[in-house]
């Protein structure tokens, strides 16, 4: 889904301006720039923006992609879902109970959505994960 980049959580003012100045105008570009390491490496390069806050930022914009999962994104947050493989390891039965502990049968999403949401999980999940960063040895 396309949404304009300050609607994703976190990103500062100072974030938009250094990405439009980029080309980057709305979350699926941003999606599309940040997918792999090394194009979040580059990105960093020229925004000064960190590689964990694009990390960060791409895996907001993959969740917008899931059909019909974006009304729920500040509740499935506050679940610890941050991204397509929090997303893909949770059981659907759990999480629609929790879904609905957290706004209410009426306004939960139903059963099958949340299935189709964890099965677009597997095949929405574009982002390349970060290298370990090594363990630097500890001076005694």
């Not at 960093?44 to 994104?73: A, P, W, Y």
Request: hydrophobic share 35%.
């Amino acid at each position: 889904m396309y949404r304009t980049l300050e609607y994703l959580r976190g990103i500062s003012e100072d974030d938009v301006a250094r990405l439009r100045a980029r080309g980057i105008r709305h979350t699926n570009q941003l999606l599309h720039r940040t997918s792999l390491g090394i194009d979040r490496e580059r990105l960093s390069k020229k925004t000064g923006i960190t590689t964990d806050r694009l990390f960060e930022f791409v895996n907001q914009c993959t969740l917008l992609e899931v059909s019909g999962m974006d009304h729920f994104l500040p509740i499935t947050r506050r679940l610890g879902i941050e991204s397509m493989g929090d997303l893909r390891a949770q059981d659907a039965r759990t999480l629609h109970n929790r879904v609905v502990d957290a706004v209410g049968l009426a306004g939960a999403p139903s059963f099958s959505d949340v299935e189709y949401w964890i099965g677009q999980a597997t095949a929405l999940d574009i982002v390349e994960q970060p290298e370990p960063k090594p363990q630097l040895p500890v001076v005694k």
